[in-house]
C-alpha cells in the first residue's frame, strides 16, 4: 500500500484501536511528507445535529449515536477498500503525523 495515495478523508490507526480522520496533507514538490489528523469520533460530533436523529436514539446518550456513526464511517471506508493506514507505518515511511487541537475551535462550530 502506497503511503503517498493518503488523501483527506483517510483513516488512521494508532496502536490502541483508536481512528482518526485525515484533515489535511502536506506535500513537498510532488511527495507526502505529513498529514494532519483528528479523532475520528471528535470529528463525527461535529458532523452531527440533534435534529437529525432517528427516534430510535431519542432516549438514549448522544454518544450512543455518534458511536454508531463512527462505526458506519469505518465500514464505509473498508466497503470502498480504502486502506486504513497504521500510525507507526506512516512514521517508517517518514510521514510526520500531527494531531489537530482539540481546545481550539472546530471549524464546523458556528456551522
Given at each position: ?20 480522520k485525515v ?27 440533534t ?61
Amino acid at each position: 500500500m502506497s503511503m503517498q495515495k493518503i488523501v483527506e478523508m483517510d483513516l488512521v490507526r494508532d496502536e490502541y484501536g483508536n481512528y482518526y480522520k485525515v484533515v489535511g496533507t502536506h506535500m513537498e514538490e510532488d511527495k507526502l511528507t505529513a498529514i494532519e489528523v483528528s479523532n475520528l469520533y471528535f470529528e463525527k460530533s461535529f458532523e452531527a445535529g440533534t435534529d437529525s436523529l432517528d427516534e430510535s436514539y431519542q432516549s438514549k446518550p448522544f454518544g450512543v449515536y455518534i458511536q454508531d456513526q463512527v462505526n458506519a464511517y469505518i465500514e464505509d471506508i473498508q466497503q470502498n477498500e480504502r486502506p486504513i493506514y497504521g500510525i507507526r507505518d506512516l512514521m517508517v515511511n517518514r510521514i510526520k503525523v500531527y494531531a489537530v487541537d482539540i481546545t481550539q475551535p472546530h471549524p464546523k462550530r458556528n456551522l
